[in-house]
């Protein structure tokens, strides 16, 4: 008998909107979209899962959606709003994972109802993971609360959890349904997760864009400062680049090892898990933004000045340039650098770093010099 060849293309779009107060009763955004997608012959449901974070700070944000998403044709909004912790913890809570799949099973969301995750990136990624393991498919839609999740995670098309202290291990390459980014819900943050969201962008304007870094430098010190019209256009404009990158690099789904959005994080990922997540997220991929562009100028790619200048800026928007495990601990490797092959594996086939030929330009490579590691490390201390 001949092969039987099998070859079809599923199309994915979905559209991330710029709004402020959503769940204002005047505001259209989320109504408008959720009743293009209702259907006559039945109502479709709504299961909100909220950061408790967000509704300790707004105690009347809960009413609030809940009477928001009751006045939506064609849905039917469950019983509850499921509240649960945001950051990285709940990335590590099997229990939780299960008994938000329970919650699934419930209230009967189906695969033409929607799951709707209001939270930064580690709850998004949870819920999203929930949504696309449930019914194998549940719909969800993302509303990011924090800078790190609307300039980036909030708007990938990728949705994990952490297992055995592998960060991510288990996870799902589902696309939301839509994005809605409220910029009012930036006003809960502490100064230490306002400043650390905005490294994604330094690291995409750094393997990208050159003009987006050097409006970055400019507006450094402002951005840090709480400029929320500088924070608006940085969060929009790294957006953009990230979801060019994902919708035009012909691999959105990852199954190859070039990932040059991944930059600075080779060495973030371990020192999130070495250190209990005690370092933001943002804050250990600036520590590895200023590893590799370091190390990119000893390798002789990148200009010293450049060089600088990065650091610089890393350094006004009040980051972290530098870490003790990325030295020699007790005359052992550092703990860092030993998990080179650790990332490799989570990437598959050949490791696969991100490196700076210059500002606004990334370039591959397959393999990392240890020493240089080292002296790129001791360089960043000196210069934090």
């Given amino acids: 008998m001949e092969n039987i060849l099998q070859n079809f293309d599923v199309n994915f779009n979905f559209k991330v909107h710029f709004t402020s107060h959503l769940f204002d009763p005047a505001n259209d955004c989320l109504r408008s979209y959720l009743e293009s997608q209702a259907v006559k012959a039945y109502q479709k449901k709504l299961l909100v899962i909220l950061d408790a974070g967000m509704a300790a700070h707004y105690p009347d944000l809960p009413q609030q959606i809940a009477t928001y998403l009751r006045q939506v044709n064609g849905f039917q909004l469950v019983p509850e709003i499921i509240t649960i912790a945001g950051g990285e913890s709940v990335k590590n809570d099997l229990p939780l994972f299960l008994s938000l799949v329970n919650a699934i099973d419930k209230y009967a969301i189906d695969r033409h109802s929607f799951l709707i995750g209001i939270g930064g990136g580690s709850l998004l990624d ?19 609360t924090t800078v790190l999740s609307q300039n980036d995670s909030g708007v990938g098309v990728k949705n994990g959890i952490n297992f055995n202290g592998k960060k991510n291990f288990l996870g799902a390459f589902a696309p939301p349904q839509a994005v809605f980014n409220d910029s009012h819900f930036l006003t809960t943050l502490l100064p230490r997760d306002w400043n650390s969201g905005m490294v994604e962008a330094v690291k995409v304007a750094l393997i990208k864009d050159a003009a987006f870094f050097n409006w970055m430098e400019e507006k450094a010190l402002a951005l840090s400062s709480g400029n929320m019209e500088d924070m608006e256009q940085l969060i929009y404009r790294c ?34 898990q070495l250190t209990n997540f005690e370092l933001r997220h943002g804050e250990a991929v600036s520590i590895g933004v200023a590893i ?45 650098i030993a998990g080179l092959e650790e990332f490799r594996e989570h990437l598959g086939g050949q490791l696969t770093i991100s490196l700076l030929r210059a500002i606004g330009r990334g370039e591959e490579v397959h393999e990392m010099n240890v020493d240089k590691l080292y002296e790129a490390a001791a360089i960043c201390k000196q210069l934090q």
Avoid: C
Wanted: net charge negative; glycine share 8%.
């Fill in 292 to 336: 590799d562009s370091v190390y990119s100028y000893l390798l002789g790619w990148l200009q010293e000045d450049d060089m600088h200048r990065i650091i610089r800026v890393l350094k006004n928007m009040q980051l972290p340039v530098w870490h003790p495990l990325m030295e020699k601990q007790a005359d052992k490797d550092s703990p860092v």
């Fill in 239 to 272: 957006a953009a680049l990230h979801m060019q990158h994902i919708g035009g690099s012909g691999d959105p789904f990852e199954s190859g090892s070039s990932r040059p959005l991944d930059f600075g994080h080779w060495s973030a990922h371990k020192l999130e």
């Fill in 126 to 144: 949870l819920t999203g993971f929930v949504a696309a393991v449930s019914h194998r498919g549940v719909k969800h839609i993302r509303i990011p």
